[in-house]
């Protein structure tokens, strides 16, 4: 062997994955672009990342992903959905989210057994990651019964995907609060037994959790929760380390019935109560005044914007350019499948973009690239992740979307940024990465039989519809009793 390529060799370092060839989107600081990338992967995280011609040289694996021809971006991260939602895709449609949380969400919620809540969950999350989503904040609703906690976080792990595991706490169960309907009682437990719960979730997470899952707490809305309580729940999250994510303004709502019992806007009666800070996710904002922006500004709240459900609800569009333009950190969510109905994050994007334009009446309002920051590190910032994900860059964990653009549906591409926000499906989706392990290879889920776990979520869930709504579900939803 000649003197040099022996040297060449013993400098080699060894780690355990590359991809190579890629045109690589960084999304870091400088938005550092290599049209001939490569990244370094040892033990989960990011050990280089720069020209391919660089790191070939320098680094060798027993997992070498050829990204040739293909697009490398960060994982996205999605800021919002609800998990079981996944088993009411398609029911009630047409109505308002007060009289849709009355008549779909809650009767469903309440017959769902623990392996319904792990199918949905499961098939929630494939969704995700075909849709190129590497990190999830998933939101539980308010329910006495723990066992359905445990039953989702065990999605979470077996799916492979980075999660934040949100757990609802309420304590005001009126017909203000939070669901409007008879069902309440069925879903309302003391405070501090849900707290414990909380408590319980947090450990689980830690000790099941793989180091992916992590606990957030996640009351509804601000209506089904007691003054004094944000303290406890301010405490809660400084005690356990956690963010706090809250339905907030999501229709006038919040400013009718705050206004009437305490003779103040939403905003600035969660100012006032010392709520707002930055561990706080505040999920929609569509009905957010130019006073609670303001508010939400100078206390670097962080939002979740979830165009596609904005749309499906009809509950309007959320003043998402006055935001960014007073520094807010917005990021992108999907809502739960029963509000979308799906949890397609390229679709996110670029009806993100899009309702803002049709709103403002501006094509220059929002960009591609402003998109894909709000579901990478906008993302990562707006849960207090920015320094181990939602961007590629050393050091961090290696959440990794590879694009294959060379399909009907993007080709010719000649922007990958615009490409991936404005001419993508999950179809263009061919490789993910979660911490390093690759939990999607040539668009194949990989360790999970997706198919099996299809066949089994289509029968769980047409029972789940029967038993919920009865057989009038029939006239709306035919394909319920088809073979
Ligand atoms: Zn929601």
């Known amino acids: ?69 293909k697009c490398i971006f960060p994982g996205l991260v999605n800021t ?36 319904d809540f ?20 998933e939101y539980m609703y308010p329910n006495p019964r723990h066992e359905m906690g445990d039953a989702v976080l065990e999605a979470l792990v077996d799916s492979g995907v980075r999660a934040l595991l949100g757990r609802s706490v309420a304590d005001i169960g009126d017909n203000d609060g939070y669901p409007v309907t008879a069902y309440y009682a069925d879903l309302l437990e003391p405070l501090d037994e849900a707290l414990q719960d909380c408590a319980r979730l947090v450990r689980a997470c ?18 089904c929760v007691e003054p004094e309580t944000f303290a406890v729940f301010q405490e809660f999250a400084r005690a356990h380390n956690c963010i706090i994510t809250m339905h907030t303004c999501e229709t006038a709502r919040d400013d009718e019935i705050i206004g009437a019992r305490h003779g103040l806007r939403a905003i600035e009666w969660l100012e006032g109560l010392g709520f707002l800070a930055s561990n706080f996710l505040a999920v929609h904002c569509v009905h957010l005044i130019e006073d609670g922006i303001r508010r939400f500004a100078r206390n670097d709240v962080r939002v979740s914007y979830n165009p596609v459900s904005n749309m499906y609800l009809g509950n309007g569009v959320a003043p998402v350019a ?3 333009e007073e520094g807010v950190i917005v990021s992108l969510g999907v809502d739960g499948a029963s509000s979308n109905n799906s949890q397609n994050m390229l679709e996110a994007l670029k009806m993100g973009v899009l309702l803002q334009r049709a709103a403002t009446q501006n094509p220059g309002v929002m960009s591609s690239r402003d998109a894909l920051r709000m579901a990478t590190i906008d993302g990562a910032r707006a849960i207090g992740m920015a320094h181990e994900i939602g ?10 979307l590879i694009a294959d653009f060379y399909q009907p549906i993007s080709a010719p591409y000649y922007n990958p940024v615009s490409t991936l926000a404005f001419s993508s499906s999950p179809q ?40 919920s ?12 009793a088809a073979p």
């Open 428 to 467: 263009v989706v061919d490789t993910v990465l979660v911490g390093g392990r690759v939990v999607l290879q040539d668009g194949q889920v990989t360790a999970l039989n997706e198919r099996e776990l299809i066949l089994r979520a289509q029968q769980a869930g047409r029972r789940l519809a029967l038993r």
């Open 391 to 400: 961007s590629l860059e050393v050091g961090k964990r290696a959440d990794v």
């Open 469 to 480: 709504y009865g057989p009038q579900v029939l006239e709306l939803c035919p394909a319920i």
């Open 322 to 324: 006055r935001l960014l």
């Open 1 to 69: 062997m000649p003197e040099q390529t022996l040297q060449a060799q013993e400098k080699m370092e060894t780690v355990d994955t590359l991809i190579l060839g890629g045109y690589l989107v960084t999304v870091d600081e400088a938005d550092r672009e290599y049209p001939d990338g490569a990244l370094a992967i040892r033990d989960g995280r990011l050990v280089a990342v720069g020209p391919t011609a660089e790191i070939a040289h320098r680094y060798e694996a027993s997992n070498v992903i050829n990204a040739s021809g």
């Open 118 to 137: 792990y199918l949905s969950a499961m098939v929630g999350c494939m969704e995700a990651i075909r849709s190129g989503t590497t990190t999830l904040v």
């Open 206 to 223: 830690r000790d099941r959790g793989e180091g992916r899952v992590t606990f957030c707490l996640a009351p509804p809305n601000m209506r």
């Open 80 to 115: 919002h959905t609800h998990l079981f939602q996944t088993f009411m895709k398609g029911l009630g449609e047409g109505i308002h989210v007060h009289e849709w949380l009355k008549v779909v969400t809650t009767p469903g919620i309440l017959q769902m057994e623990p392996d």
